[in-house]
């Protein structure tokens, strides 16, 4: 089961995201949030592809959020999974400071709303 995240900053911006995968496609499908540098979006991406391709710019050099240079005070876990098997890591987003796409200050955090099958 995934979850529903929220990211939101003091500056306006907000986003509702969803999280890891569903029943029918947990296998083939990790999504998590990324940060693109060149055209400065947040993006839900499939972490189990080999690219990350920003779907605005195609931009392939884009960062997943878990990236320490994303994020400058890391908190309580608001999505955690284990995907040492897949990916070779531990994926885990908190409700820390994280770089924020709109203002590009390190003031947006992250809320967990809900959940999807």
């Known amino acids: 089961m995934g979850s529903i995240i929220q990211a939101h900053c003091d ?5 509702e995201i969803l999280l890891g995968g569903g029943m ?16 400065k979006g947040l ?3 499939n972490l189990f ?3 990350l391709e920003c779907p605005d710019c195609e931009n392939n050099d884009a960062l997943p959020y878990d990236d320490d ?3 400058k005070q890391k908190s309580k876990p608001v999505f955690d999974w284990n995907v040492q098997d897949e990916i070779g890591k531990y994926l885990e987003l908190t ?3 994280y770089l924020c796409p709109k203002c590009s ?4 955090s992250f809320r967990h709303v809900g959940c999807w099958d």
């Open 11 to 15: 500056c306006g911006y907000q986003r």
């Open 69 to 71: 240079s994303l994020c």
């Open 43 to 45: 993006f839900e991406a």
């Open 24 to 39: 029918m496609n947990f296998t083939t499908y990790c999504n998590f949030p990324a940060y693109c540098s060149k055209c």
């Open 49 to 51: 592809k080999k690219e």
């Open 105 to 108: 200050q390190y003031t947006m």
């Open 95 to 97: 409700d820390g400071k």
